[in-house]
């Protein structure tokens, strides 16, 4: 019978049955945070329990990190959440990505750039944004305090086996049109709690086309409307992007797992519970308006009119444009911008860098704008500094840091003051997530950049031009 | 895990769409060592607004928390449910509730029920009604809520969850019934697929 790619994935993983109808489904790989990994370790050691597979465990010091540029060298203290990491973390013999280390990273970003992911696999992590791996065709388990607990003490998740919907993405991206924007008009399209219950496939040409990097960019927000995860089935782009890399098998491993990574895509003739079918062809940059994923429009459009909404929905609605400061009908282009924050495991790998330093290379930022460029990983920041990508920045005004989650949800103090308006390349536009009353406005990385440029929203395209 | 098995207590109305975890357990609030988790509920909220339901003086004490759709989503933090049992809050009633969130709900011993739009908002009528000077009970052994008035609202929950909570059944325990079965399945991977059960730098 044809097989979705999730349903291959599934099986391939699926221990056992437990009595209460929960499919036990192995985790191959394993990476936890700074924020839940203390707590979750420390409740295995109370309760007498054992790390079951330590050897494919890992924690990453991530979201309280500072990004000082010189913390790598100031001594490994850190918050005392990581502090409490490293001691509970040595005790069970888990490896810790810690600040200084070359691999340092958020955990999303540095999964797939060690090479830990791979086509087919299984990964969980605590944190929503697990999602981000299903761009390289590997399922993601976002789990909370306790599930972690459980990945800790049973290298498994007990789950119910959940829904499948896929989205077929038509057409062809316009130039200057990213998976960001790709991602913000599904969401938009089909709702904030579309994808609840549901493991969701992007596929069609679009996902076709998109660069590996862009494809982790789309699958991250799919926790923005719900899912219970998103993936993107792996191509020969996949493959040769994980190959080489220093968790990637070698040799002989690496031939051998080549047959059984190409067969992970969904069958012609699979069925899934859902399916929607989104055409991209006339797609512009997308940008959001509002205090959720969903409030989105394009950069030519004007902020939409209370009018436009089911009557149920107005007073969120209403209370969405008051906190973000704006009126019915007027153009999102050409507002005012405070700050500018590039970063977060959505939109802070080297591709992403690339795009920004081709429109802020000799330019400087408009005048009264703060704006910050936090990579993705160490790794990251090394490749980006290597190509001269840090003087770039730090020339024309921006402030260059050292890799972590940061402003993204405000980790280590970073955050903008109230009423401030914020063009930012991360996932949520939640209000107070960059600091109380904080307006965000959430686009891909070189609207980002135009606005840092420009001190208002732009499209970045016309920016290009001139 | 706590048992639940029946609850008595005023019912707190917050009939809003999409709620997320941002706001229920604010990252700043939700971290720290020995963070007050009675404190953390709705902090930013609870600051900014004095007519905030929960700064009213009925609703200091409620058992259970009404609200619409999409309840408690985006970030997976734990600390959603630990702020909301640290304030006494032990059953969500909602139109529909986020994955992530009625998983963590679970492993907490708090019961999420979702009903369908007519019978919610016939419920939301009765929680604005009451105001929090009157009590609701949920039963989960006959599955039904009783309202102030009198009258029953039945309620859906799969038969395993019901086990689970009214048993108080710790999740880690059942999965480690299964340890000869994991540890069977990794020799076999171990053989077919070598490169999945070593995870180390190759290059
Ligand atoms: S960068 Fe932001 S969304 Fe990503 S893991 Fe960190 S805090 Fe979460």
Known sequence: ?466 | MEPFISLTGSAVPLLLDDVNTDQIAPADRSHGHGADMKATLFSRWKAGDPNFVFNRPQFQEPRILVSRDNFACGSSRESAVWAMTANGIRCIVARTIADIFKENCLRNGMLTIELPADTAKDFEDKVIKADGAKHFTVDLPSQTITCPDGSKIAFDVTPAEKTALLEGLDDIGQTLKHKADIQAFEARIKQEKPWLQEAVARQ
Not at chain 1, 8 to 25: F, M, N, P, S, Y
Not at chain 1, 35 to 45: E, N
Not at chain 1, 212 to 225: A, D, F, K, P, Q
Not at chain 1, 269 to 281: M, N
Request: contains cysteine.
């Open chain 1, 1 to 466: 019978m044809p097989q979705t790619l999730f349903a291959k994935i599934w099986e391939a993983h699926l221990v056992t049955k437990r009595t209460d109808g929960r499919d036990i489904i192995y985790i191959d790989r394993h990476i936890m945070h700074d924020l839940h990994a203390p707590i979750a370790m420390q409740k295995i050691v109370d309760s007498g329990r054992t790390v079951h597979r330590p050897d494919l465990t890992w924690s990453s010091q991530d979201h309280s990190v500072s990004i000082r540029l010189d913390r790598d060298t100031n001594a490994k203290d850190g918050s005392p959440l990581n502090q409490k990491v490293r001691v509970l973390a040595k005790q069970f013999g888990i490896r810790v990505f810690d600040i200084g280390d070359a691999e340092q990273g958020i955990s999303h970003v540095i999964g797939p750039e060690l090479g830990m992911i791979l086509p087919g696999s299984t990964y969980a992590c605590p944190d929503s944004h697990a999602c981000t791996i299903g761009g390289l065709g590997a399922l993601a388990f976002a789990t909370g305090t306790t599930e972690l607990e459980h990945v800790l003490a049973t290298q498994t998740i007990a789950f119910v086996r959940p829904k499948t919907m896929r989205v077929n993405l038509t057409g062809k991206l316009k130039p200057g049109v990213t998976a960001k924007d790709v991602i913000l008009r599904i969401i938009s399209q089909l709702g904030v709690d579309g994808a609840r219950g549901y493991v969701v496939e992007y596929a069609g040409p679009v996902a076709e086309a998109l660069e590996v990097e862009g494809r982790l960019t789309l699958c991250n927000m799919s926790i923005e409307w719900g899912a219970r995860s998103g993936l993107i089935a792996p191509d020969e782009k996949t493959l040769a992007w994980i190959k080489g890399r220093p968790y990637a098998p070698v040799g002989a491993q690496w031939e051998a797992g080549l047959e059984g990574w190409r067969e992970f895509k969904t069958d012609p003739g699979a069925t899934f519970d859902r399916e929607h079918t989104i055409d991209c062809a006339g797609l512009d940059p997308q940008i959001t308006w509002g205090t959720n994923p969903g409030q989105v429009i394009g950069i030519s459009d004007l902020v939409p009119d209370p009018s436009s909404v089911d009557p149920a929905k107005r007073d969120a609605f209403l209370h969405s444009l008051d906190y973000m400061g704006l009126t019915a009908g007027q153009p999102i282009a050409g507002l005012a911008v405070d700050v500018v924050f590039i970063g977060s495991c959505n939109n802070a790998r080297m591709s992403d860098l690339e795009e920004v330093a081709k429109i802020v290379r000799g330019k400087k930022l408009a005048s009264g704008v703060r704006a910050l460029i936090v990579p993705g990983s160490s790794a990251v920041k090394r490749a980006a500094e290597a190509k001269g990508f840090d003087k770039v920045f730090t020339d024309a005004g921006f402030q260059w840091g050292s890799s972590g989650c940061s402003m993204c949800a405000g980790g280590e103090g970073i955050v903008a003051t109230k009423g401030q308006r914020v063009v930012s390349t991360t996932n949520r536009n939640f209000e107070n997530r960059q600091g109380a009353g904080v307006r965000t406005h959430l686009v891909g990385p070189a609207m980002a950049a135009a606005a840092a440029i420009t001190g208002k929203i732009t499209d970045v395209r016309a920016l290009a031009e001139a």
